[in-house]
């Protein structure tokens, strides 16, 4: 089957521009989580949607941070205006389901560098 | 809140020597462990994980032992190879929604 899809790979932009990350899960997977990974650092969740509902964005920067799962399938993440501290990889993960047992397959994520 | 926390690396081994990475954790309540593995380029990928106190889970050689009274879940392998370079990131999660994850350690195997 295919993998958890991500684009672009590598993204620079300058501090206060925007920035728009995609992502395409395993078909069929309920479940959709991105996570920000700072260099050093292991992935932090930012936000996690059940089909097109969000269930936790408990650590998502709203004031800056944006992110939408159209029809229950893909997903961007926005960033408007970015600060240097967003420098990080994004990742995209999906599940069959939330719940603990069910794998989350990763995508590669996109290196993102705020300059 | 819940936490992990794990050796910071980078550990640097010779092919076929014996790997311990040491993995111990914080939560309320009895999370479910996981060993995640990133290799150079690409995404994490689940190693192996384990869901109740004693569990064990193992795959390609690595295995890790539920430790509920030492609330600990370290990754071991007896032979490593070059192709095990890689870095590995022991996770919690405790039932709800969010898997807290460890900073992650570095192995790099010498051939």
């Known amino acids: 089957e295919a993998g958890v899809a991500q684009s672009p790979r590598y993204k620079i932009i300058e501090k206060r521009q925007s920035v728009a990350f995609w992502c395409n899960p395993i078909s069929g997977h309920a479940t959709l989580y991105w996570y920000q990974q700072i260099l050093g650092q292991g992935p932090k969740l930012l936000i996690q949607f059940q089909n097109n509902g969000v269930v936790d964005d408990s650590q998502l920067p709203k004031d800056r941070f944006s992110a939408e799962r159209l029809k229950g399938v893909d997903s961007t993440l926005k960033i408007q205006p970015a600060k240097l501290e967003d420098s990080a990889v994004y990742l995209c993960?999906?599940?069959?389901?939330?719940?603990?047992?069910?794998?989350?397959?990763f995508g590669p994520g996109t290196r993102l560098t705020v300059t | 809140g819940d936490s992990v926390t794990q050796m910071e690396g980078p550990v640097t081994l010779s092919e076929e020597a014996f790997l311990t990475i040491n993995c111990t954790y914080t939560a309320t309540g009895y999370p479910s462990l996981f060993w995640y593995v990133q290799y150079p380029g690409e995404g994490l990928q689940l190693l192996l994980k384990a869901t109740k106190a004693d569990d064990k889970g193992s795959n390609k050689g690595f295995e890790a032992t539920y430790r509920k009274e030492t609330t600990s879940f370290h990754l071991e392998k007896g032979s490593v190879q070059v192709s095990d370079s890689a870095v590995y990131f022991c996770a919690l999660n405790t039932g709800g929604f969010k898997t807290i994850f460890g900073a992650g350690t570095r192995l790099f195997v010498k051939a």
């Open positions: 993960a999906s599940s069959l389901e939330s719940a603990s047992n069910y794998e989350q397959y």
